[in-house]
């Protein structure tokens, strides 16, 4: 009989946030599929767990997925985990479930910390619906197409962002989304915890005063204001297309927020 795949939430940063229940998982365990099995390595000797592990990312992922799956239907516990925080939340790991539920093999969650969640709960922005969107493109055109595309969202907005991109990302938040509320949570539940809460611009300003920004980011944006059209549609186009949006994703955007036709954008801007 094949055993179960155990996904394993780890502390993503004060060890005191692991469960009893993961513990005696990752000493019952087999196998332990790990991120990188020197992070992994340091927590379970901080527990004293001394169990078998093997690598598990996203440059061994297919490979690695067809072994695991096979100690799997020979009756090994095989617990996955990522460096910090839940498993397959912007980390490896849905390969090896995927073919596992194909399989028949229970696949088992052990919940605990998750910086998603901790950053939503403490935020101060509405939490009756969210939507995580993992890391945002690394080039600035292409952050802006993503940022664009989720004007239209009611709900807070979350996601991971790195130190050194932060500034750029809030220039780009105010750009497209408008001085819209914003939380930056930064290195959660680790010494330097820390909240920094206002609008974009505020934010960003707070940040871009600092020599540098270090440390893990979680960024939430709450939901504008209803837009009021102040402007002209040919002056909202030529605005979107300032701020780097393709004229015709600009169009499109325009006659979204306007309760207008594409149609009838194009033929004002071309009259």
Same mark, same amino acid.
């Given at each position: 009989?094949?055993?179960?795949?155990?996904?394993?939430a780890?502390?993503?940063?004060?060890?005191?946030d692991?469960?009893?229940?993961?513990?005696?998982?990752?000493?019952?365990?087999?196998?332990?599929?790990?991120?990188?099995?020197?992070?992994?390595?340091?927590?379970?000797?901080?527990?004293?767990?001394?169990?078998?592990?093997?690598?598990?990312?996203?440059?061994?992922?297919?490979?690695?997925?067809?072994?695991?799956?096979a100690?799997?239907?020979?009756?090994?516990?095989?617990?996955?985990?990522?460096?910090?925080?839940?498993?397959?939340?912007?980390?490896?790991?849905?390969?090896?479930?995927?073919?596992?539920?194909?399989?028949?093999?229970?696949?088992?969650?052990?919940?605990?910390?998750?910086?998603?969640?901790?950053?939503?709960?403490?935020?101060?922005?509405?939490?009756?619906?969210?939507?995580?969107?993992?890391?945002?493109?690394?080039?600035?055109?292409?952050?802006?197409? =993503?940022?664009? $595309?989720?004007?239209? +969202?009611?709900?807070? @907005? /979350?996601?991971?962002? &790195? *130190?050194?991109?932060?500034?750029?990302?809030?220039?780009?938040?105010?750009?497209?989304?408008?001085?819209?509320?914003?939380?930056?949570?930064?290195?959660?539940?680790?010494?330097?915890?820390?909240?920094?809460?206002?609008?974009?611009?505020?934010?960003?300003?707070?940040?871009? =005063?600092?020599? $540098?920004?270090?440390? +893990?980011?979680?960024? @939430? /944006?709450?939901?504008? &204001? *209803?837009?009021?059209?102040?402007?002209?549609?040919?002056?909202?186009?030529?605005?979107?297309?300032?701020a780097?949006?393709?004229?015709?994703?600009?169009?499109?955007?325009?006659?979204?927020?306007?309760?207008?036709?594409?149609?009838?954008?194009?033929?004002?801007i071309?009259?």
């Open positions: 009989m094949p055993a179960s795949l155990y996904l394993v780890t502390p993503i940063g004060n060890l005191e692991i469960t009893l229940r993961a513990l005696r998982v990752l000493k019952e365990a087999d196998v332990i599929a790990c991120e990188d099995t020197r992070q992994t390595g340091k927590l379970l000797a901080h527990f004293g767990i001394d169990k078998p592990t093997v690598s598990y990312h996203e440059h061994n992922e297919a490979a690695r997925t067809q072994e695991l799956l100690r799997l239907e020979a009756g090994a516990e095989v617990a996955l985990v990522s460096d910090a925080g839940t498993p397959l939340i912007s980390d490896p790991g849905y390969r090896l479930v995927t073919a596992a539920i194909a399989a028949g093999i229970p696949v088992v969650p052990v919940p605990g910390a998750s910086a998603v969640l901790s950053a939503l709960a403490a935020a101060g922005l509405p939490t009756d619906a969210f939507r995580f969107g993992g890391f945002l493109p690394v080039k600035s055109t292409q952050r802006r197409k =993503a940022l664009e $595309s989720l004007r239209a +969202e009611t709900c807070t @907005l /979350i996601f991971y962002e &790195a *130190p050194h991109r932060i500034l750029d990302t809030l220039s780009d938040i105010v750009a497209l989304l408008g001085d819209r509320p914003v939380v930056v949570a930064r290195e959660l539940t680790k010494f330097y915890e820390e909240f920094l809460r206002g609008t974009a611009e505020q934010v960003r300003l707070q940040l871009a =005063a600092r020599p $540098s920004v270090k440390g +893990e980011i979680t960024l @939430l /944006i709450g939901k504008g &204001a *209803p837009a009021v059209a102040t402007t002209s549609v040919e002056e909202a186009v030529h605005e979107l297309e300032e780097g949006i393709p004229r015709m994703d600009a169009i499109k955007q325009v006659a979204r927020d306007r309760g207008l036709s594409k149609r009838d954008v194009y033929k004002t071309s009259g």
